[in-house]
């Protein structure tokens, strides 16, 4: 339930990233609107795997920039996310395409963070 849960939170932030940020495009199977939750759905999916798969090996990897930018250097690591995301999602049936990674895929990275973890607060741990 934990994981479902989550990749609802991904998807309502890429819905807000994509909203903001003009770079950030969502491609849905079809135009309605059953077929753009479900591509939104789809691709939180993704981003939500690549962020618990391959973002933990690239952060270690990338430990000592990260400690010498103070922590900064999260935020390119989070926008590689994105774009790799991006590139997955080619071979899907919906697609994600960034415009520009220096502004559209960091602009988007840092409104996902947020909105992440503004909901995250609401939605709390799972009580044991």
């Keep these: 339930m934990s994981f479902l ?12 990233a994509v909203w903001v940020v003009p ?9 309605d609107l059953m077929g753009s939750v479900i591509a939104y759905l789809i691709i939180g999916l993704i981003f939500g795997l690549i ?16 400690c ?7 935020v390119i ?7 790799l995301t991006s590139w997955l999602t080619q071979f899907t049936p919906v697609g994600l395409s960034i415009d520009k ?4 895929a960091i602009a988007g990275t840092i409104i996902i963070s947020i909105i992440s973890a503004v909901l995250g607060v609401f939605v709390g741990k799972e009580k044991r």
């Excluded at 990674?101 to 559209?104: I, T």
């Design 5 to 16: 849960i989550r990749v609802i939170i991904n998807a309502l932030a890429l819905a807000a």
């Design 23 to 31: 770079g950030l495009h969502i491609s849905a199977m079809s135009d």
């Design 51 to 66: 962020n618990a798969l391959v973002r933990p090996i690239v952060a270690f990897f990338t430990l000592p920039i990260t």
């Design 68 to 74: 010498l930018t103070l922590g900064l250097f999260t």
């Design 77 to 83: 690591v989070n926008a590689l996310m994105l774009l």
């Design 101 to 104: 990674f220096w502004w559209d």
